[in-house]
């Protein structure tokens, strides 16, 4: 697998490393459906039990563009794997890319924050929009206003 031939090479050139990986190619939730066919991969369910093998070391930057009201079961089913997998991951709230802040991310930090295999969140932006700040100063308070709940 690619991931751990490239954990191997990174470890070799800088053992004290910590290797952050994207959730979605490792994520039965995700990703890794059956069914699914990935050309570049070379077939349909390729990337089923993908996650097998990777070293619990690795940090998961889990991000998902999901609804909380229509995908929670498969939200916390993604949180879960991680957790029972002995992993930790940071939580990237939703899409960041588009021309509004997704109303979703609040629900699901507040997922977030009840799996204890999640050691914070973060803030990335995919697209090409210019003005990412009133979207960074959202999510700080989003953030900020979900840390002080109980």
């Not at 070799?12 to 994520?27: G, T």
């Not at 009840?114 to 697209?127: D, L, R, S, Y």
């Amino acid at each position: 697998m690619i991931a751990q031939y490239s954990y191997k090479e990174i470890k070799r050139i800088a053992p004290q490393a910590q290797i952050y990986m994207w959730n979605d190619m490792f994520d039965p939730y995700s990703n890794c459906l059956p069914g699914r066919y990935y050309y570049m991969i070379k077939g349909k369910n390729s990337l089923c039990e993908s996650w097998h093998g990777l070293p619990k070391d690795i940090i998961i930057m889990r991000w998902s563009p999901d609804n909380v009201k229509t995908k929670r079961q498969a939200l916390i089913g993604s949180m879960e794997h991680w957790r029972k997998l002995g992993m930790k991951f940071v939580e990237f709230p939703g899409y960041f890319d588009a021309q509004q802040f997704n109303p979703h991310s609040e629900g699901i930090l507040e997922l977030a924050k009840k799996n204890p295999a999640c050691i914070g969140a973060a803030f990335a932006q995919w697209g090409s929009i210019n003005n990412y700040k009133p979207h960074f100063e959202t999510f700080i308070k989003v953030v900020d206003k979900v840390e002080k709940q109980k």
